[in-house]
């Protein structure tokens, strides 16, 4: 039993080094420049960039919602809307979300009215009808959607998106340091194993500042 069981920690261990070392920086992944500030403090921050309207971050959401039912609790997840001039009404509306505290309530139902819906949902009128049906008052949803609070979440996103280089969505970005994508990592599933790899290497990093 002794000589199976250390024969089983060698297959186990040998059966985890592909998987880390499939990972190459600058194919898989590329490095942030120094000196971005996380928001998260003490936790490795995993920064989404989407866009409602884009089906490739449509299709990407179930992945991240299987990912986000196990992540570390170290790891704090944030979202940040593009912000291309025909998607600031969707970051308006993301914020508008957050504002009013519904985000979790109406960000997967506002994704499937889109892109299995078939509705546009792309100005205020419409957006406004839509969250009526999840019992937000349309006038509510209209100040917030309008008011300085969400315009201001929309200028940081912006700066948000230049510092990182985002040129296209879905992005994913560690910690500040490490951006990444589906094309880039191979694929879905791969991308959610190099996001738990990339957190890896953060708090390695992390770790080694501090000493």
């Known amino acids: ?37 996380v928001e998260t403090d003490d936790k490795i921050e995993v920064r989404e960039f989407f866009w409602y309207g884009c089906p490739h971050c449509y299709s990407l959401e179930p992945y991240l919602e299987r990912w986000l039912k196990t992540k570390p609790d170290e790891v704090a997840y944030v979202r940040t809307p593009g912000v291309a001039r025909k998607w600031i009404p969707h970051a308006r509306a993301y914020y508008t979300f957050e504002a009013l505290g519904i985000t979790e309530k109406v960000h997967r139902p506002f994704f499937d009215a889109i892109h299995k819906g078939g509705q546009k949902l792309s100005d205020e009128a419409s957006m406004a009808a839509f969250v009526a049906a999840y019992g937000v008052d349309q006038e509510t949803f209209r100040k917030a959607f309008n008011s300085f609070g969400v315009k201001t979440q929309v200028q940081k996103a912006k700066q948000l998106n230049f510092r990182y280089g985002v040129d296209s969505v ?24 190099l996001i738990n790899y990339l957190v890896e290497q953060s708090k390695l990093e992390r770790k080694s500042a501090k000493n």
Do not use: C, W
């Not at 592909?18 to 898989?28: C, D, N, R, V, W």
């Not at 879905?170 to 194993?193: H, S, W």
């Open 1 to 37: 039993m002794r000589v199976l069981a250390y024969s089983l920690v060698i297959v186990l261990s040998l059966v985890s080094i592909p998987t880390q070392a499939q990972f190459e920086l600058g194919k898989h992944y590329v490095q942030l420049p120094s000196g971005s500030v």
């Open 170 to 193: 879905p992005t994913i970005t560690v910690d500040g340091r490490y951006k990444a994508n589906v094309r880039g990592a191979g694929g879905p599933d791969q991308l959610m194993r």
